[in-house]
């Protein structure tokens, strides 16, 4: 597996994507709504930060984690050429796992999140392309 991107939650996407486009000399690659977020993804060359803000009214994780948390890193996510297979061996690591199994993500890809009390405190994402 490699990195694929990190996630970040804000109250406000399009000053933190201006912020590190200019800073990172990153582009902007990706926009899109989503599962009550709005989310912008910048290229860094071999990952991607992926900007996450909640839409108005929406009842989401990211909402909740700002609330809880203020902005900064959400996750960490890594791609993989089979997801299932990931989810098993987490299985077999004795991870929990947040989902299951695989769910619909950003860009169509499916995603599964690993609970972060099993993984040091750092929320993991699966990512299948």
Excluded: K
């Excluded at 939650?9 to 990153?26: F, N, R």
């Excluded at 009842?59 to 609330?67: K, N, P, R, V």
């Amino acid at each position: 597996m490699e990195l694929d991107h990190a996630g970040l939650a804000t109250d406000d996407l399009d000053a933190l994507a201006e912020l590190y486009g200019d800073l990172l000399d990153a582009p902007l690659v990706h926009e899109e709504e989503f599962d009550g977020l709005r989310m912008a993804f910048l290229d860094l060359g071999n990952a991607y930060f992926e900007v996450l803000e909640p839409l108005d009214d929406a009842e989401s994780a990211i909402a909740s984690y700002l609330d809880r948390n203020g902005p900064g890193i959400h996750h960490l996510a890594l791609a993989t050429d089979d997801i299932e297979a990931a989810l098993d061996a987490a299985r077999a690591a004795g991870v929990e796992l947040v989902d299951e199994a695989p769910r619909p993500g950003a860009w169509g890809h499916d995603v599964a999140f690993l609970h972060p009390g099993s993984t040091g405190g750092v929320l993991l994402e699966f990512v299948e392309h």
